[in-house]
């Protein structure tokens, strides 16, 4: 395509000139499509001084397409987490966190430094725990998808915060 043109031939001209690894990605207009390829080639040099250009070109469009979605995806779902209607966290099948908003460190009166140094374990209320731990250990176990309660959580500076909880897992894919 004429945006991609200048790049190209100047990364040829260069790897030519140098005789060095050639190596480009842009579109290509094929038969009236848009693709985007991925060019490399290495220069042999053979007796007679001639340079001999071994390579391959890769359509790499799905690829490419596969990238914008996930990057859109990503983006979205960071909009939605840090949304300051709600606390949202990330946490691990240890209880710790790993990712935690704005609104939940408000929420709990802690720095987000703080919250990812804890447990959700150590912060509930001791009489909610067991009914808590249970239903996470069966999320993680895989015998349900998520779950909802009513607990209470231990503010930073010992008041008692109600809350209703929402968990849902999101699991690898080997299922883990």
Known sequence: VPEDREGFATANAEALAERQPFRWGGRLAVAGETRWILWESVPRIVENGDT???GTVEDVTERRIAEAKLKESEARFRRT???PLIGACITSPTKGWLEVNDRLC???GYSREELLTRTWSE???PDDLQEDVLR????V???IDGYSLEKRFLRKDGTVVPVDLAVSCIR???GS
Do not use: K, Q
């Open 52 to 54: 001999i250009w071994t």
């Open 81 to 83: 987490f840090e949304m």
């Open 106 to 108: 408000a929420i709990l």
């Open 123 to 125: 912060l509930t209320h």
């Open 136 to 139: 996470f250990e069966s999320v």
């Open 141 to 143: 176990r895989g015998e």
């Open 172 to 174: 690898t894919p080997d």
